[in-house]
């Protein structure tokens, strides 16, 4: 029920009698009319809009135009008067007009206050018996005290509101009332309808006009922190206007003088190195339009800066720059044997390269190989030898450990610093669109909730698709077709397939012990003395040494372990040197043992002596090739199998192959069948805390158990390799240089693999496979003649099955 119009109060005049202050504090019955979020107060003038049903009831039942106004609460409760105040005041009705949809426009003229004492009727109209209420206070100094107190506030309050009329204060000091005073402020303060029902119900004029005090301080206390809100604001607002009327004039007094302002000059830079950047169409209208968003923008925004960036990266990619490749094919063969010694295939597919881009020229799509070796072996500094050989940009880009798709593709300009990823940070860092891109360690990259970086990949990889890679961060296509990628992987099954299949395979195995001799006179000890500050002359390293190294203290596929016990003997000289004492010119074998202390490793790392049940496997790890051996332990039981070592799916299934082939031929192997029910059968590798899997170790594992089963001893010289079907065949393994390599490091003097593995020979250097007897077997019966002593006789197998030992 709110007002039309602004309230009014109709007060006496100084010094004029007012009737209300006379009239006898008689009961009388009215109807009550509920006000909606109102307050009535004495004396108060109130136009009002009634469209409740009750209230126009009250309006109807008024016979002498006279109504108890009383405010309604917010909460609803039981009953008929119970959400109603119980103290309102007796308002005259002045006028009532019926308006077209049933409602009323009324005002009302409060006279007096009343507490409701009794309910007479609720229906049709609530009607109920009021009783006035008079104050007997006398106006002392103190009363006159605290109005002046009050008109001051008020006046305040006036001038700071914005919706008090400035009249409002004249209005209040007119008033010789002092609970009418008190009335009036606390009717025109916007203050909660219960503070206002409060001031109402207060009798007393002084206590009323103590509560109008604090009412008035409170809200003085809110207008000033607003107004100091306000003038902050408007501060803000005034001074950002003023330096743009200033930046304004700045403009037209440099243009007359000939002279641009900051701004323009950084845009003009800008569109200079655009121009000189010779983007392609797309990204050239790209970036024209953000120039022109930049030019709107102030300085001070964030958004100018974001925009700034973003041209700043598209003026620092190359989008045509490119470096001109070696076409001397001399040249190019030169460096790379300057740089890595062996390594043929790889030097090969790199000259090859070289000489097909002569001949196609441009339209020769870029290469993607992919390094696959034990770690030491040189795979990436080998791709800094192929950029230098090529006479491009080198980049490398690290993967191990990367699991967010943002890390390659980036962040979109949406996010708080955001960047390109690391492929577009790279070639920034190479400044052609044409370097030599090492992608290093891509066998280790992981993926999580924030995406597969693997996946992102696919298309840098993929030369269909690279011409056009897609950053979130550029939003633009970006030619990566020039590029010559390269990654590096120890093992290429952790790389996913559709990874694997854009990628050409170059595998890089471990070096001999020849080729460690070499690569340690050419680069390792030169390097060494260098890193170290010793002259040249200073150290002879024997070959009897580098060999003692090599065999005593590394056993390694690469040659990291030999570089740094070479370092080592090189630091402990230069201590001497540095000390003043005598130091040792000839590096020999003993000095070795003398400066690296006993020897780690031994050179033949196989069985003292040849056993029953124990035979040499060859497995292909990360690190390289390595020999495993097997054991196969008979126990007296109940035909069980017990595989231990940490073994994989894969490889337990090889050892179930292999028994069953050895009960399935126990007749021709010289076996009891029925032995099979009445002995528990245990394979172990040792090295438990390795895992291992794969099915190259079926054939040793079957060599083994028929050992074991017979009574026939192993060679320990001897390494063998290969699936087992159960029908007694070998099948092809992968992995086999590696394990070559691995054996001859081992001291093996015989390496029997598949007869299918052939091909596989020609990878194998001439000098091991000089130094060792490789045979090639089809089946297993060959393998057990070349492995396996000859049968012995009938007394000595009994005795053969005494060896069992039995279970606790």
Not at 111 to 137: C, F, K, N, T
Request: aromatic content about 4%.
């Amino acid at each position: 029920m709110p007002t039309d119009t602004p309230v009014l109060f109709n007060f006496p005049a100084p010094g004029e009698h007012d009737p209300l202050t006379t009239e006898r504090a008689v009961a009388r019955t009215l109807p009550v009319l509920p006000l909606l979020d109102n307050v009535m107060f004495p004396r108060m003038l109130a136009p009002l809009y009634v469209a409740e049903e009750r209230a126009i009831r009250a309006i109807e039942a008024a016979s002498d135009r006279l109504v108890l106004a009383v405010a309604q609460r917010d909460a609803i409760g039981e009953g008929p008067f119970a959400d109603l105040y119980s103290v309102g005041v007796e308002a005259v009705v002045q006028r009532v007009r019926k308006l077209p949809d049933g409602s009323l426009s009324v005002v009302l003229e409060g006279r007096r206050r009343m507490r409701v004492m009794e309910l007479l009727s609720p229906h049709p109209a609530l009607i109920v018996q009021a009783m006035p209420l008079y104050s007997d206070g006398e106006r002392t100094i103190a009363v006159e005290a605290m109005m002046r107190a009050v008109l001051s506030l008020y006046e305040r309050v006036v001038r700071l509101s914005r919706t008090l009329p400035d009249d409002a204060y004249v209005t209040a000091m007119n008033v010789d009332d002092p609970g009418g005073l008190a009335d009036l402020i606390a009717s025109t303060l916007p203050i909660p309808l219960a503070s206002r029902q409060q001031v109402l119900e207060t009798i007393d004029p002084e206590e009323r006009l103590h509560r109008v005090s604090a009412l008035l301080t409170q809200e003085l206390d809110v207008l000033e922190l607003e107004g100091r809100i306000q003038s902050q604001v408007q501060r803000e607002v005034d001074r950002s206007q003023r330096e743009f009327f200033l930046r304004e004039q700045l403009k037209v007094i440099q243009r007359e003088l000939g002279q641009d302002d900051p701004a323009q000059r950084e845009l003009k830079l800008i569109r200079e190195r655009l121009e000189a950047a010779g983007l392609p169409a797309l990204a050239r209208a790209r970036a024209d339009e953000e120039i022109g968003r930049l030019e709107q923008l102030s300085p001070l925004t964030p958004e100018h800066a974001v925009v700034r960036n973003y041209l700043d990266w598209l003026v620092a990619l190359p989008w045509t720059q490119n470096s001109a490749d070696n076409a001397d094919l001399r040249l190019a063969a030169k460096v790379l044997e300057q740089n890595h010694y062996g390594l043929g295939k790889v030097k090969d597919r790199i000259l090859e390269f070289i000489a097909v881009r002569q001949l196609a020229g441009a339209h020769m799509k870029a290469p993607i190989l992919c390094f696959v070796g034990p770690p030491g072996v040189g795979k990436t500094s080998l791709g800094q030898s192929i950029a230098e050989a090529l006479g491009r940009k080198f980049v490398r880009l690290s993967l191990g450990g990367v699991h967010d798709e943002a890390e390659i593709r980036g962040h979109r300009r949406t996010y708080i610093g955001a960047m390109p990823g690391r492929i577009l940070q790279r070639m920034k860092t190479a400044g052609t669109i044409n370097p030599v891109f090492m992608l290093d360690e891509v066998d280790k990259i992981g993926a999580d909730f924030r995406g597969d970086p693997t996946a992102a990949l696919l298309e840098v990889l993929d030369p269909e698709q690279n011409f056009s890679f897609s950053d979130h961060y550029l939003d633009l296509g970006y030619d990566l077709s020039q590029v010559m990628f390269i990654t590096t992987a120890n093992i290429a099954d952790d790389i996913p397939d559709a990874l694997l299949d854009r990628m050409e395979v170059i595998e890089i195995s471990g070096y001999t012990e020849e080729e460690k001799l070499q690569i340690a006179r050419r680069f390792l000890i030169p390097r060494q003395f260098s890193a170290n500050g010793l002259p040249p002359t200073t150290l002879t390293v024997t070959t009897p040494a580098l060999q003692a190294i090599v065999r005593g203290y590394t056993y390694e596929s690469g040659v990291r372990g030999l570089e740094r016990a070479i370092g080592s003997i090189c630091r402990k000289t230069a201590r001497r040197i540095a000390e003043g004492r005598s130091t040792h010119r000839r590096i020999t074998p003993r000095l070795v043992e003398r400066m690296l202390g006993p020897p780690r490793f031994e050179i033949g790392r196989t069985q003292e002596q040849d056993q029953v049940g124990v035979v040499t496997g060859l497995a292909y790890t990360g690190a390289g090739g390595d020999v495993m051996p097997i054991e196969v332990s008979l126990m007296e039981g109940k035909g069980g199998l017990t595989l231990t070592g940490h073994l994989g799916e894969v490889m337990q299934e090889s050892a179930q192959a292999a028994l069953s082939y050895a009960r399935s031929n126990a007749a021709t192997l010289g076996i009891d069948a029925k032995r099979f029910e009445k002995l528990d059968i245990h394979v172990h590798v040792p090295e438990g805390a390795t895992p291992k899997d794969g099915p190259s170790g079926g054939v040793a594992m079957a060599i083994a158990l028929i050992s074991a089963l017979t009574g026939r001893e192993a060679r320990r010289d001897v390494a063998i390799t290969g699936e087992l079907t159960l029908r007694g065949r070998l099948l092809a393994v992968g992995g086999i240089k590696e394990k070559v390599l691995g054996a001859y490091r081992a001291g093996i003097k015989t390496v029997i693999m598949p007869e299918k593995n052939r091909h596989d020979l020609v990878e194998i250097p001439a000098q091991i496979r000089g130094r060792l007897q490789i045979i090639l077997a089809d089946r297993i019966e060959q393998v057990q003649e070349q492995v396996l002593a000859p049968q012995p006789p009938a007394p000595e197998r009994r005795n053969a099955r005494k060896v069992i030992t039995k279970a606790k």
